[in-house]
């Protein structure tokens, strides 16, 4: 079971979710729009887009299954909601919505933990299935080293539910903190939880803070604790492969995420100039970031090790499914 842990999509209409006026201004997210063909903001473009992810995944025979991320709120530490901060924004349901309607995509839900509802909501969310928890602590305003997230860590370790925290630096959306060291999920680790660093602690920018070494250190280290591939595909983050590659015990830590709708471009470096061009070729970008990770030969374990973590059965017909 082949499992692409780390997908984003994005809600437009109320009870769905939001992009703020900013981000919708933002180069990246015109060139998304453009490429994709995603008209107005509006239900429309969400039915769009997720049509193009589910046709994506459709034609990615290499992946069984991809968790789509629901992003939460801004909260301030007395959990109040910041609205004025938060530029995107991802419901809960609307990604459990998409989950049932979509045989191959399983639920990532987001809840910060200072909200004052934090374990009430993870549970109501663990009880429609799902599968993980996502957070993005520079952007939402977390520090996974803060007291206030501990309760919420004994909740994820009674559920078993896997923890996937953004490390490194972060380009696409503002940052309000600088959580960004893999060193600061040490309570979740010591609380019993599995922790899968998003991104491996690479850089966002080629001069900005970089923590693969912090990464490689606490993956050897801790039993529990992961790094995901999102996003390695781009040049800033492409460094970490050498990380991931030198050491057996690192590459046993790893597991298959692609940050969809990142854009993935070949590690040139690694792969060549005419491979990496043959590459570029492949216009599926969920498919070319597989692709490219087949290229660099990452083994049969790294493919499945997903489902493993996240305890995930398939049925010989039908829904992939949380474990019971
Ligand atoms: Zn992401």
Redesign the pocket.
């Known amino acids: 079971m082949r499992i692409d842990c ?1 997908v ?1 999509l994005s809600g437009f209409t109320p009870g769905h979710g939001a992009l703020s006026p900013r981000l919708l201004r933002s180069p990246q997210f015109r060139f998304l729009r453009w490429k994709f063909g995603i008209g107005e903001v509006g239900s429309q473009a969400e039915l769009d887009l997720e049509r193009l992810l589910i046709s994506q995944l459709d034609s990615t025979p290499e992946i069984d299954a991809a968790v789509v991320l629901a992003f939460d709120a801004v909260y301030d530490k007395s959990g109040t909601r910041l609205d004025a901060d938060t530029h995107f924004f991802v419901e809960n349901d609307y990604v459990m919505e998409i989950a049932a309607r979509n045989r191959k995509v399983l639920f990532g839900v987001s809840v910060h933990p200072y909200r004052r509802d934090a374990i009430a909501e993870l549970e109501r969310c663990v009880n429609r299935g799902a599968v993980l928890v996502k957070w993005l602590p520079i952007t939402q305003g977390i520090d996974p080293s803060d007291r206030r997230c501990f309760e919420f860590y004994e909740a994820l370790a009674h559920h078993k539910i896997p923890l996937l925290s953004h490390t490194g630096g972060e380009m696409m959306l503002p940052n309000v903190n600088q959580c960004a060291d893999p060193v600061l999920l040490l309570p979740a680790l010591r609380r019993g939880v599995t922790v899968i660093a ?1 991104h491996c602690g690479t850089r966002s920018s080629p001069f900005g803070n970089d923590y693969v070494r912090q990464f490689v250190k606490m993956a050897i280290e801790h039993e529990r604790f992961y790094g995901d591939t ?2 390695l595909n781009l040049p800033a983050r492409w460094h970490a492969y050498g990380s991931i590659f030198d050491d057996q015990r690192v590459m046993a830590k790893v597991v298959h995420g692609s ?1 969809w709708a990142v854009m993935p471009i070949p590690p040139v470096a690694r792969l060549g100039l005419s491979r990496s061009v043959q590459l570029m070729e492949e216009e599926n970008w969920l498919r070319r970031d597989v692709l490219i990770k087949q290229a660099i030969g990452f083994d049969e374990a790294y493919w499945n090790r997903c489902a493993t973590l996240l305890r995930i059965t398939v049925p010989e017909h039908g829904h992939v499914a949380p474990h019971a």
């Open positions: 780390h984003h998003a999102a996003a940050d």
